[in-house]
């Protein structure tokens, strides 16, 4: 995600595979970096996420670590934002903790 964020025109029309903190919230679906980007609404360091997912991929994946395999795109010709582009995707996958990994 990183390098997606340092260099967004590059990944333009690609898909691609991040890693990041995920919201799902009502206008407010996005992708951080981190935890602490999310808590402080921190638009440089998040792509806006369009996801086509079932609802119980919703519940088991908002507000967590995650991994999406999407296409990003810088713009849409439909709306302005803040964010660092979007992300269209319908594969999310939540990631384990530490612990979850133990008890698995």
Known sequence: MVEILANPK???????EI???L?????GQAIYLNEDDYEFFNR????????DISPEVKKECNLKHVRIIGKFQLE???AKT?????L???HIFRKLSR?????E
């Open 44 to 51: 440089k360091n998040g792509i806006y996420v369009i996801a």
């Open 19 to 21: 890693e990041g903190f």
């Open 88 to 90: 269209i995707t319908n």
């Open 82 to 86: 803040d964010w660092n582009g979007w």
């Open 10 to 16: 590059k990944y333009d029309g690609k898909v691609v």
């Open 99 to 103: 612990d979850e990994m133990k008890n």
């Open 23 to 27: 919201s799902l919230e009502h206008e």
């Open 76 to 78: 849409l010709h439909t």
